[in-house]
């Protein structure tokens, strides 16, 4: 076999599942941010999240406590601060005060948006069951935010020890995509070739 043999501890970093996003909370007034890369689709509508925060993590508790959060999706212009960010602990630091980030008030939740990322996920705590064993919290999106723009808006990915991949070129494969229905949607998979 001309593979070779990767490390259990390292197999996250062949399947992250998406942006890089900061998790938003607030609790007796005090907002905080965390910065999360482990998360993905649940379901479509309504359209429901699994997210995995660890236990050793401010925002757990916050989250077990208030059953309620914003996921913001910042673009690669925000880098620096997901980064500093996710290296600071809201036990200590104030991260909106310290990263300049400014708080935005929405529209279902007491948990501030963060203004500076281009689009804000307005979610509730729907099912908590495997968080204490497995850390993961599933959230239905309430109320979706984005910022209208022509430019498509560029996210970065945690390829794991400090490497982030920003999107780039996009691909378009509509062609070669089938709709079926699955679960009550439309679910787009690809084509299989006639032979």
Request: glycine share 6%.
């Amino acid at each position: 076999m001309d593979k070779k043999a990767v490390h259990l501890s390292e197999v996250y970093r062949l399947l992250e599942p998406g942006p890089v996003v900061m998790v938003s909370t607030v609790r007796q007034g005090k907002a905080n941010a965390m910065t999360m890369s482990w998360h993905t689709m649940i379901d479509f509508e309504p359209p429901l999240v699994g997210c995995v925060i660890s236990d050793r993590n401010y925002t757990f508790e916050i989250l077990q406590e208030t059953k309620e959060c914003v996921i913001n999706i910042p673009s690669v212009e925000m880098a620096s601060k997901v980064v500093g960010v996710g290296n600071t602990s809201g036990r200590s630091v104030d991260k909106f005060e310290t990263f300049q980030l400014t708080p935005q008030t929405g529209s279902k939740v007491k948990a501030p948006l963060i203004r500076e990322c281009f689009s804000n996920l307005e979610c509730i705590v729907v099912d908590m069951h495997m968080a204490k064993k497995y850390n993961l919290f599933i959230l239905e999106v309430l109320q979706a935010w984005i910022l209208p723009t022509k430019k498509k808006h560029r996210t970065i990915h945690h390829a794991g020890k400090g490497v982030f991949v920003v999107d780039g070129k996009v691909l378009t494969r509509w062609p070669n995509m089938r709709q079926i229905a699955c679960c009550g949607f439309a679910v787009s998979i690809f084509a299989r070739n006639p032979s």
